[in-house]
């Protein structure tokens, strides 16, 4: 479990490929027709990947985004033969309450990078210093610098491997698990049955409770709604779900390929009411792709998926078991699949705070960064 000092450091010659694989990208067709002109129905729009594309090609800095990536220390961690990938931020004051921020697909650790400072130095941005936090924001296994696990794995191994990763090895017992996406599911296998956390704090509904039904006529209208919503925008989920290996074939061949499948999402999943180049920039997007291009990881990414299904990490969880340490939701209104109503997350995890957002989406430390930090904070209060 030796720690080692970790970067980003990629090799001019692999920008340059990149780059001119992305030049050389023979463009196609994309259905035309009154009321289709900036369209993402079909998905990705074919004048905005062009428009991404050129700034890719002409404007797009790797060198200041790689600066950027290495701002604050980073390190690799051997955890049960698997080497664990982390940014570690020690937080000001005498006492900095542990936190580890778990990102999702298609995100990363970019995701956090923005609020790594705000959590750990809260005196430096207007705020108290009573509400430091230690930071470790990871990567999750087969993304980014992390270790390639051999097969898939699922979000309770991944669990497994932040938990020992917080407790035995940095000894920062007694944390917060946040996160999104997969890094929701993940926080709620650390709720549940890790050793050393104390809370979770959640801006998607991962973590599910066996045997657990939508009861109320409200529920039952969130079930109709989710299920619809999954029916029309799953495609993806079941690819990944089922033959990621074929996937991979494609996407780790083509950067113009693996652009469109990861942005897509972002443009699905977000709160674009004011516009997508709104929540976003350029820049943004295309260092989140370039992680998974100069890592090579875009295939062992969606193993995350597979994982769900076939991972076998520990004894079945009974029907009505749920996260009883107190877990935070922070409800931002646009995602893949909204929260179902309160009524019906109480009866998975210990509710003991609530926040509804009016704008924000999936990806929230992008999207509403301030928002998130504040509700973190307010949360880790109550405790």
Known sequence: ??????????????????????????????????????????????????????????????????????????????????????????????????????????????????????????????????????VIVPSLPGYGLSGKPK????????????????????KLDGYIAQGGDWGSAVSGWMGYEGKGCRAVHLNMFGWRSPGVQPETEEEKAYAQRAAMLFEMEGAYFREQTTKPQTLSYAMMDSPVGACAWIVEKFHGWSDTRNGFDKVYTKDQLLTNVMIYLVTRTFNTATWMYRGLMEDVAGTPVANGARVEKPVGI??????????????????????????????????????????????????ARTL
């Open 1 to 134: 479990m030796a720690i080692r000092l970790t970067r980003f450091d990629v090799p001019e010659e692999e920008i340059v490929a990149i780059r001119q694989r992305v030049l050389d990208y023979p463009w196609h067709e994309m259905p035309r027709g009154e009321g289709l002109e900036g369209t993402w129905a079909y998905g990705a729009n074919l004048d905005y990947m062009k428009q991404l594309c050129s700034y890719w090609t002409e404007k797009y800095d790797w060198k200041a985004q790689q600066a950027a990536l290495n701002k604050f220390p980073q390190f690799l961690a051997e955890v049960n033969g698997l080497d664990i990938h982390f940014y570690r931020e020690d937080g000001s004051g005498d006492a900095p309450k542990p936190l580890i921020l778990s990102h999702g697909w298609p995100g990363s650790v970019f995701e956090f990078l923005h609020i790594i400072d705000k959590l750990a130095h809260p005196e430096k941005h207007g705020g108290n210093v009573k509400d430091a936090f230690t």
């Open 151 to 170: 097969r898939p794995i699922g979000p309770r191994t991944t669990a497994k491997y932040f938990d020992t990763l917080m407790t035995d090895v940095l």
């Open 330 to 379: 922070a409800n931002f209104p646009i995602d893949l699949i909204p929260f179902p109503p309160r009524s019906m997350v109480e009866r998975h995890v210990n509710v003991t705070h609530w926040t509804d957002f009016e704008e924000g989406g999936h990806f929230a430390a992008l999207e509403r960064p301030d928002n998130l930090v504040k509700d973190i904070r307010d949360f």
